[in-house]
C-alpha cells in the first residue's frame, strides 16, 4: 500500500526553495491561504522511489525560528504542533551554497527540535565559479544528516534528494549541537519544572510570546517553581544563542568548506556598482519603467484585436444558431460580451505579470528597495513599500500581503493605505478601452501618445499614492520603532519553468475571480436591463411606433431597444444617480457601469458591453461587423441631443476616476483583514471615492 | 567609530554591538562581534548602507548603522 509522508520545505529566502518545489512537484502544486490568515500556502505531491507519495509543502521564507512576521509565524506554529495535519515527517531545508553559514543557522534550530531533516545545497551549479569546495561526509558527520547537493537551474540532483526523502526513516534525530549552556541554571530549572516537554521547544515558546496548543508563555511564567525573565534578559538570552551557534557553524565550516577567494568571481558587487549608483541606479530604472508600460502597449495589440473580434463573432454566431428566446439572449447579450470584456485583457495582464515576476526573480526588486528607502522615508514609507506599490500595478492584494515585511507599523499602515492608488491591472481594461476611444493615434520620439498616457496614469496614480503617504504621515499619530534590513541576493538569470508558473498561476486566478464577479454581474444586469415596471417599458413598441410613424424599420428597432433600457429596471437606477455624475460628463449609461464597478473596476467594461448590446437592436443584418466590438459600439454612442458621449473631456474624466476611486471590495476586505479594523478600509473608501469625485468634476468643467 | 562612519570600499571589523538598538534578526543575518564588515555602495545622503558582512549582502539605515562599533582594517 502506498503512504503518503509529509515534507516540510523550510529555508531563507532566495535560497531557490520555491524552485525546489517547482522541480518536486512541477504543476502537480496548488497556491491556498493559510486558514484564518492570509499567508500564502504552497503545497504539492511528488512521487518519490519506491511508490512513496510524498505531501510537499513549501514553507515562507525565514532566517532563523525567532519570527518577527506572519509568515515566520507559520513555519514555526507548524515545526511545534506535533498534532498539525501538515507536521513534517521530514524536514527539508533548503540552503543557498554561496551562504552556507548564515542558512545553517536555521538548521541547528530545526535540529533541536528533533525533527529528520535534510539539508539540501541548492545552487551547487555556482561552486566552481565561486571557488568553493565541500567536504560532505565530514559536514554530514558534524551536522548528523544527509546533505542532497542540488542544483535547480541545471536540473541535478534532484533524484538523489528524492531517495533520501523516502529513506527518512533512516536519518537522525539528534540535534547537531546543544545551546542550553547559554544559561545552564536557566535551562536546568525549566527541565526540572516541565521534564516532558522538549527543552528546545519550551525556549522557542517562551520566547516567541505565541501558543502552541496547551502550552504557551503565560501557563509557563504562572508555574510556581520557574523562575521567569523580564523580556531584556531574554533578548540578551536569544542574542548569546545566535553567537554560540555561529561559533558551532564556524567550527563546522572551517574543516568542511574551502573558499578559494582567488578563483571566486564576484558578479553581484561589479554589477550592483552600476545598479544601485546614485545616478545611474535611477536612470536604469526609469528605463526599465519605461520599457515595460511601451511593450505593454505595442506587443498586446495583435491578440487583444484577435480576441475581442472573436467574441463578437462568437455572440453572432451564437445567436444565429440557438433558437430565439430568453436563454439565448441571456447568453448573447449578457453572458458573452460580460465574459469578453475580461478575456480581452488576458494578454496585457499576463505581461505585467511577466515583467513584475522576472524582477523579482533576477534580484533587481532589493536594489530598487535600497535605491528608493531614503526618498520614500521622506513620505512616511519605507524603502520597502515600493515592492508593493510596484506590484500594486498587477493587483492590491497581494501588494497589501507584501507589506508584511516592513518592520515598522507606521511605515506598514501608510503604505497598505495607500497601495490601492496605484494602477492596478482592474483599472487597465477601462484605461485602455477609453484611451483608444479618446487619445488620438500619432507618435513623439518613437513613443506613442496613447502609450505615454498610459504612463502618465500610471504616474498619477503612483504620484496620490505618494503624495497620500506624505500627508498621513503628518496626520497619523502614531509611535514605531522604525528598522529596516534588507537583503541584496545575488543576481540570477530566471528560470523559464519557475516564470512560467508563476505567470499562468496568478493571470489564472485573476481571470477567474473577475471572471466569476463579472459572470455574476452580467447576469443580474441583463435582468435588470431586460425587464422592467410600468406603462413605457411594457408597451415601448406601442408608443415609439406611435411617436415616430415614419421611421424605417431598422430605426424603429433601435429605438425601441433604447426605450426599453431607459424604463428597465437598471435604466430606472442610472437615472437617479444622473443629476449627481452629470458634472463629470456621463449619461446615465455609465452612471450604471460605475455603480456596477463598486464591487470591481474591471466590471465596467464588461457592463457597457452588456448594456449596449441590448441597447441597439441590430443584429446579423448589419454588415458592419466591426460594430459589434465593444469599443466601436462605445464610440458610436450619442447623447439624446445627439453629441458624443465619449469626448476627450468626458474620457479624461472617466481616467481620472478610475484612477482615484476605491472600486474593489476584495481590497477592502484584505485591508481589514491586515489592519485587523473596519477603521482604515472605511476611512480609504470614503477619502478615494471623494478625491475621484472631485477630480473628474474639475477635469471635466475645465477641459469641456 | 560606527559602522555610519566606513567609506565606500572600506573594511572593518565589528566589536560591539549595541544589543537595546539592534534587532535579533540583523544578529541572525551575521552581524555579530568579529565578523568582517565591508561597506559596498550607498545611496544618496549615504543613506541606507549596502554592506557585506561575512558574506552576507544587506542593505540598512543609517540610523542603525550608529550603533554597530567597528575597527577599521588597513590593508
Known amino acids: ?704 | 567609530m560606527t559602522l555610519a562612519d566606513l567609506k565606500r570600499g572600506e573594511q572593518g571589523i565589528i566589536k560591539d554591538v549595541s544589543s537595546i538598538h539592534i534587532p535579533l534578526k540583523l544578529l541572525e543575518m551575521g552581524c555579530l562581534p568579529g565578523n568582517v564588515v565591508e561597506l559596498v555602495q550607498v545611496a544618496p545622503f549615504a543613506d541606507p548602507m549596502y554592506l557585506n558582512i561575512n558574506g552576507s549582502h544587506l542593505a540598512i539605515r543609517k540610523e542603525t548603522a550608529v550603533h554597530i562599533l567597528i575597527e577599521i582594517v588597513n590593508e
Open chain 1, 1 to 704: 500500500m502506498s503512504k503518503q509522508i509529509n515534507v516540510a520545505l523550510i529555508g531563507n529566502p532566495n535560497t531557490g526553495k520555491t524552485s525546489v518545489f517547482n522541480a518536486l512537484t512541477g504543476l502537480n502544486q496548488k497556491v491556498g491561504n493559510y486558514p484564518g490568515i492570509t499567508v500564502e500556502k504552497k503545497e504539492g505531491v511528488c512521487k518519490l522511489p519506491r511508490g512513496v507519495k510524498a505531501h510537499i509543502l513549501d514553507l515562507p521564507g525565514t532566517y532563523s525560528l525567532n519570527a518577527s512576521s506572519l509568515d515566520e509565524n507559520v513555519v514555526i506554529e507548524l515545526l511545534l504542533n506535533k498534532e498539525h495535519k501538515d507536521f513534517p515527517d521530514v524536514a527539508v531545508i533548503v540552503c543557498d551554497v554561496e551562504n552556507l553559514k548564515r542558512n545553517l543557522l536555521l538548521f541547528t534550530q530545526i535540529k533541536n527540535l528533533e525533527i529528520p531533516t535534510i539539508l539540501a545545497i541548492n545552487m551547487s551549479d555556482r561552486m566552481e565559479y565561486k571557488g568553493i569546495s565541500l567536504d560532505i561526509p565530514y559536514l554530514e558527520e558534524q551536522l548528523n544528516t544527509k546533505i542532497a547537493l542540488i542544483s535547480t537551474r541545471k536540473n541535478k540532483g534532484i533524484d538523489q534528494l528524492k531517495t533520501i526523502i523516502s529513506d527518512y526513516k533512516t536519518l537522525s534525530t539528534e540535534p547537531c549541537m546543544d545551546a542550553s549552556d547559554i544559561d545552564a541554571a536557566y535551562f536546568e530549572n525549566l527541565k526540572e519544572v516541565f521534564p516532558n516537554q522538549q527543552l528546545y521547544k519550551l525556549w522557542l515558546v517562551i520566547t516567541q510570546d505565541v501558543n502552541f496548543g496547551n502550552l504557551d508563555r503565560h501557563t509557563i511564567d504562572g508555574v510556581e517553581d520557574f523562575k521567569t525573565k523580564s523580556k531584556t534578559d531574554l533578548k540578551r538570552l536569544q542574542q548569546k544563542e545566535t553567537i554560540k551557534r555561529y561559533q558551532f557553524i564556524n567550527n563546522v565550516l572551517k574543516k568542511g568548506q574551502t573558499i578559494d577567494l582567488a578563483t571566486a568571481k564576484d558578479l553581484r558587487i561589479k554589477l550592483d556598482r552600476i545598479l544601485t549608483h546614485k545616478v545611474w541606479g535611477y536612470v536604469i530604472f526609469g528605463l526599465i519603467l519605461l520599457l515595460i508600460f511601451q511593450a505593454i502597449y505595442d506587443w498586446t495589440g495583435v491578440p487583444m484585436d484577435f480576441i475581442d473580434a472573436s467574441f463578437g463573432s462568437l455572440s453572432e454566431w451564437a445567436k444565429s444558431v440557438l433558437p430565439a428566446g430568453v436563454f439565448t439572449d441571456l447568453l448573447t447579450e449578457g453572458i458573452i460580451p460580460g465574459i469578453g470584456g475580461v478575456v480581452i485583457f488576458i494578454p496585457q495582464i499576463a505581461f505585467l505579470f511577466l515583467f513584475i515576476s522576472v524582477l523579482e526573480e533576477i534580484g533587481y526588486m532589493s536594489r530598487v528597495v535600497f535605491l528608493m528607502d531614503r526618498i520614500m522615508r521622506r513620505f512616511g514609507l519605507s524603502g520597502k513599500s515600493v515592492v508593493p506599490l510596484i506590484s500594486g500595478t498587477a493587483c492590491a492584494i497581494p501588494a497589501v500581503m507584501a507589506t508584511r515585511n516592513i518592520e515598522s507599523w507606521k511605515e506598514r499602515l501608510i503604505t497598505i493605505l495607500v497601495t490601492p492608488f496605484t494602477t492596478c491591472a482592474a483599472r487597465l481594461p477601462v484605461y485602455l478601452i477609453l484611451i483608444a476611444l479618446v487619445i488620438p493615434d500619432g507618435r513623439i520620439l518613437g513613443l506613442s501618445y496613447q502609450a505615454l498616457t498610459l504612463m502618465l496614469l500610471y504616474l498619477i496614480g503612483f504620484g496620490t499614492a505618494v503624495g497620500s503617504a506624505w500627508l498621513l504621515n503628518k496626520v497619523l499619530k502614531i509611535k514605531s520603532k522604525s528598522f529596516f534590513v534588507v537583503e541584496m541576493p545575488n543576481y540570477k538569470l530566471p528560470l523559464a519553468k519557475n516564470i512560467g508558473i508563476t505567470v499562468l498561476e496568478k493571470t489564472k486566478s485573476f481571470v477567474f475571480e473577475a471572471g466569476k464577479i463579472i459572470l455574476a454581474i452580467s447576469i443580474v444586469l441583463w435582468f435588470l436591463a431586460s425587464y422592467g415596471p410600468g406603462d413605457q417599458f411594457n408597451n415601448a413598441e406601442e408608443i415609439v411606433t406611435k411617436e415616430y410613424p415614419t421611421l424605417s424599420e431598422e430605426d424603429l428597432n433601435d429605438k425601441i431597444a433604447e426605450q426599453k433600457l431607459e424604463y428597465s429596471y437598471i435604466g430606472i437606477i442610472g437615472k437617479t444617480i444622473e443629476p449627481v455624475i452629470k458634472p463629470l460628463g456621463y449619461d446615465w449609461k455609465i452612471g450604471i457601469g460605475l455603480v456596477t464597478s463598486f464591487a470591481a473596476r474591471e466590471v465596467f467594461v464588461g457592463t457597457l458591453a452588456t448594456i449596449y448590446s441590448i441597447g441597439s437592436a441590430n443584429d446579423i443584418e448589419d454588415e458592419d461587423k466591426a460594430r459589434d466590438t465593444i469599443k466601436s459600439k462605445m464610440a458610436a454612442e450619442t447623447h439624446s441631443n445627439g453629441t458624443m458621449v465619449f469626448t476627450f473631456a468626458s474620457g479624461i474624466s472617466l481616467l481620472l476616476f478610475y484612477a482615484f476611486a476605491m472600486q474593489c471590495m476584495s481590497t477592502l476586505a484584505i485591508v481589514k483583514r491586515e489592519t485587523n479594523s473596519w477603521k482604515w478600509p472605511m476611512y480609504q473608501l470614503a477619502v478615494m471615492s471623494a478625491i475621484a469625485y472631485i477630480a473628474a468634476l474639475v477635469a471635466f468643467q475645465f477641459l469641456k
